[in-house]
């Protein structure tokens, strides 16, 4: 290799050097708590996210509109374990259910059924998990998380056999259970919740981090190329004569 700019070089070198060290320490874990920068980085976020993913009180609102239709649905479960918990949620809401040939089949108030799936969902969300344990009396570890993935499994497998039945709005808000309650109240558990208004500096901060670091590592590059002649510029217009 023939270095054209020793100057250029090597500060392309030095930028490119303090890249790596800061780079190296990200995953080490020196930012606090129990993980590396980017455990750090992670968990905030995903604690502003849940400061701004509390949808369930609009989703029990959708689901009183259910009240009162009895509905019977088969709904096809291939984990027999998660069926024999799905089925054991449904009969606490008041449902009959059985799991039979890998599906689970069940008769009941839908909206009866999603308030209580709902009520869960909402526990968890707000860390009250051994709440929803305790509502089913079981005392194994994450039990409460048990509950929650057989109720979304059930209910997933509910929305095609509720659109052949030409039930769409029903099907809607059997989604709608799913993906703004059960999902982040599964998701979210054990996290904390933050709002962004009070990590504005955090949040900025590694925004300008982010922005500052990948220049970094490209001026570094950039410097280290154009110290061995592989820069970039303007191609000379050759004149005719």
Known sequence: ???????LFN???MLMATFLCIFVSLFLPIWGGAGNGLDAADNMFNRLSKGSSYFIPGVQKQALEMNGKQLTITAKVKDEKVASRAVA???????TAEYKDGAVTYTGDLGTILAAALADADD?????GQAVADR??????DAEKQIAKAWWAVLDASIKPLQK????????VVGQVNKRGLEPGYNFYGIKSEKVLDNVLPLVGLLVFYVVYT??????IF???AGIGLGMSKPKIKKEA
Do not use: P, S, V
């Open 223 to 225: 410097d280290m190329f």
């Open 136 to 141: 089913y009396g079981l005392t194994e570890k």
């Open 165 to 172: 039945q030409k039930l769409i709005n029903e099907a809607k």
């Open 89 to 95: 949620n449904l009969a606490k809401a008041g449902a």
């Open 124 to 128: 968890l969300f707000n860390d009250r």
């Open 215 to 220: 220049m970094w590592y490209g001026y570094a």
């Open 1 to 7: 290799m023939i270095i054209t700019n020793q100057k």
């Open 11 to 13: 500060k392309g070198l």
